[in-house]
Each structure stands twice: as structure tokens, then as C-alpha cells.
């Protein structure tokens, strides 16, 4: 191996670089509403992370 990357693999660091922004930022969004948005007592982790509604 001469140290230099394949065609391939800067193309698969962009999609993994994508699909982790976007899974981030649906996971902050959860978050803020659930939370910072949330008027009344304390959220619990477990609320928080909670699917669906």
C-alpha cells in the first residue's frame, strides 16, 4: 500500500458524514422540544429518548 485512498472511500466518508448529521439532528430536535420546549416539571432521560409521540 502506498498510504494514498481508494476512489471509494472519500464518497463512503461522505455518506457516513450525512447520515450522521442528519441522525444527530433529529435526535437534538427530539430533544429541545421534549425539553427546552416542554413548560412545566422536569423531564426525566427516559422521557426525553422516549419513540413516538
Known amino acids: 500500500m502506498d498510504g494514498s485512498a481508494a476512489w ?3 464518497i463512503l466518508a461522505i455518506g457516513i458524514a ?3 448529521a ?18 412545566g416539571g422536569r423531564l426525566s432521560y427516559r422521557e426525553a429518548f422516549k419513540l413516538g409521540a
Open 8 to 10: 471509494w472511500e472519500p
Open 22 to 39: 442528519y441522525v444527530i439532528t433529529r435526535l437534538a430536535t427530539r430533544l429541545y422540544e421534549r425539553s427546552i420546549m416542554r413548560t
Open 18 to 20: 450525512i447520515v450522521a
